[in-house]
């Protein structure tokens, strides 16, 4: 069985783009979380969804955004990049609720 | 904050020791997860353990839970070279669904 795919795997942008990363869950995980990485702030919650629905939202700004599509796969789009948004986005996917997740290898983002 | 704090920050073992990684957390739990993090790639899932366990082993891994003092210890006997890497306890939040507190971790390095 594949495992979760996050693509792209690096990204450069420049500050005032905006950027959208990509997540393919393991087939017949209907929920997909996202995490944000970074050397000072470690590891963030952004949000979760579950069947096309977001479920819960960590305390990010509404820049972050993201959405879940019928086949599971999901998106997160961060607009008007801020220097700081610069991080290892990292996508899980989980079978149901309060089991084990299954992280990707995760999408390097660089903003200039 | 609800986050998983580990202790210590930092370990440095030879190769055949055991090392043992402490967690607390502050808020009411469903689970507690430990990952494995090698130098930016992906989480990868070590053990979980449900609220009314108290020890669960895996492997060479043994986790305790304690929910009455809210911490958790994660125990890697005979350790190898291949065990450096960075581990995190996450507290799965009651009510939270797959939300995960990460802690900033405990960096493991074994020495051959």
């Known amino acids: 069985k594949a495992g979760v795919t996050q693509t792209p795997r690096y990204l450069i942008k420049t500050r005032g783009q905006q950027v959208t990363l990509s997540c393919s869950p393991i087939?017949?995980?209907?929920?997909v979380s996202w995490y944000q990485q970074t050397p000072g702030q470690g590891l963030q919650f952004l949000f979760e969804y579950f069947s096309e629905t977001q479920r819960n939202k960590g305390n990010f700004p509404g820049r972050f955004s993201g959405r879940q599509f019928s086949n599971s796969r999901s998106e997160m789009n961060v607009s008007t990049l801020e220097l700081g948004d610069s991080a290892l986005y990292l996508c899980a996917s989980s079978l149901g609720s309060n089991e084990k997740l299954f992280f990707g290898s995760g999408t390097q983002l660089s903003v200039l | 904050s609800q986050q998983g704090e580990e202790d210590p920050q930092a370990l440095s073992i030879q190769e055949g020791e055991n090392a043992t990684m402490n967690c607390s957390y502050k808020?009411?739990?469903?689970?507690l997860q430990w990952y494995r993090q090698n130098s930016g790639r992906g989480l990868v899932h070590l053990i979980l353990i449900r609220s009314n366990e108290r020890e669960k082993h895996s492997g060479r891994l043994r986790v305790t839970l304690d929910t009455s003092k809210k911490s958790s210890s994660l125990l890697i006997t005979a350790s190898r070279a291949a065990d450096t890497a960075s581990y995190f306890c996450?507290?799965?939040?009651?009510?939270?669904?797959?939300?995960?507190?990460f802690g900033a971790g405990t960096r493991l390095a074994v020495h051959p």
């Open positions: 808020t009411s739990i469903n689970n």
């Open positions: 087939s017949g995980h209907r929920s």
């Open positions: 996450a507290p799965s939040v009651s009510g939270g669904y797959n939300k995960l507190i």
